[in-house]
C-alpha cells in the first residue's frame, strides 16, 4: 500500500494528480477549504482506492493534526503534497499597499502550514523513504507587477524546500512550479479575464508522477517542461 496525503485536492491541480494515484490504487489522505466539494472529490475518489477526506484549513493547527489522525491510523505516508494555497486580495494590490494582516494570512497558508506539515510528515516519510512535493510558482522566481504577496510566499516556500533537502538528504523532497493553468486561483488573479486558453491542470500531473516515480535528485522542477524532456 502506498499512501499520499495531498492538500487542495478537491479541485485543480490536486485534484487531478490525486485521480492519477488514485488510479494507481494508492491510498488517499485530502483536503480542502470547502466541504460539499471535497465530498464530491472524494465520492469519485473512492470508486477507484481508499480514500480520507478531511475538511478544512491547512493554517488551523487542528486540522493539521486531524488530517495526521488519518495518516496515523493508515500507519504510513509515502507522499506528501503541499498543493494549497491562496492567492491574496483579488485584484492584486502593490506590495508597498499590501495590508499587513492579509499578508500574514497568505503565508500562514502558502509558507507555514506546509512547513508544519513537513514537520509532522517527515518521520512517517523516512520510514518509508518517501518524498515531499511543494507546489509553488512562477513568480516566486520572477519580479511580477501585483504579485508581491503570493509570489513572496512562494519564493520563501522554495527556499523552505532547499533547506529541508539538504538537511535530510535520504527523501527525494521537490519544489515543482505547474506553469500557468486554468484554475480558480489563477482566475481570481486576472478577475474579469478570460483565461480559457489556459491548459487544465491535468497537463501538469505527467510531469508531477515523475517526481512520484522517478529518480530524480531534490530540487525545483517545471512539472510542463520535466513531462516533455525529464533530464
Known sequence: MHVALITGASRGLG?????????????LVIDGREPKALEAAALQLGRLTTVRAVAGDVADPAHRK????????LGRLDLLVNNASVLGPSPQPFLSDYPLD?????????????????QLGIPYLEAARGRIINITSD????????????????????????VLAAEHP?????SADPGDLRTRLHQEAFPGEDI??????????????????????SGRYQAQALAVSPS
Open 170 to 174: 535520504g527523501l527525494r523532497i521537490y
Open 139 to 162: 513568480a516566486a522566481a520572477e519580479a511580477y507587477e501585483g504579485w508581491g504577496g503570493y509570489g513572496s510566499s512562494k519564493a520563501a516556500l522554495e527556499q523552505v524546500t532547499s
Open 15 to 27: 485534484r487531478a494528480l490525486a485521480q492519477a494515484l488514485a488510479e494507481r490504487r494508492w491510498t
Open 66 to 73: 486531524a488530517l495526521f489522525d488519518a495518516v496515523g491510523d
Open 196 to 217: 480559457s486558453d489556459r491548459p487544465l491542470p491535468e497537463v501538469a500531473v505527467p510531469g508531477l508522477l515523475m517526481l512520484v516515480d522517478g529518480d530524480l535528485a
Open 102 to 118: 492579509v499578508l500574514e494570512d497568505v503565508y500562514r497558508v502558502n509558507t507555514f502550514a506546509p512547513v508544519a506539515l513537513m
